[in-house]
Nanobody, 120 residues
Framework: QVQLVESGGGLVQAGGSLRLSCAASRRTSSYTMGWFRQAPGKEREFVAAISWGGTSTRYADSVKGRFTISRDNAKNTMYLQMNSLKPEDTAVYYC??????????????WGQGTQVTVTS
């Protein structure tokens, strides 16, 4: 079992930046990890993912060029640097961990989420 805890959310004006962190309760260096988000009234959607070694990443088209996913396996922590934020990025952001198969591993563990609100 892996417990994931997100942090770093908050309120920011459009054009601003935030950095989300996802801390795992134990070693996650063999896991694919990802970020998802869910806006009010909408389904949860994929944001970004990173392979177990950090060498491969993928992003939703809506965040490409603005968001950067990274991980520090020595700290069992994953990050999401979010720049040029837009009001439509407002959502609860969740981190998730899955198997080692890239990029198709299902996500088995989920955090509780952190709120990101972007004002215009």
């Amino acid at each position: 079992q892996v417990q994931l805890v997100e942090s770093g959310g908050g309120l920011v004006q459009a054009g601003g930046s935030l950095r989300l962190s996802c801390a795992a309760s134990r070693r996650t260096s063999s896991y694919t990890m990802g970020w998802f988000r869910q806006a009010p009234g909408k389904e949860r959607e994929f944001v970004a993912a990173i392979s177990w070694g950090g060498t491969s990443t993928r992003y939703a088209d809506s965040v490409k060029g603005r968001f950067t996913i990274s991980r520090d396996n020595a700290k069992n922590t994953m990050y999401l640097q979010m720049n040029s934020l837009k009001p439509e990025d407002t959502a609860v952001y969740y981190c998730a961990a899955g198997g080692s198969a890239w990029p198709t591993a299902p996500y088995d563990y989920w955090g509780q989420g952190t709120q990101v609100t972007v004002t215009s």
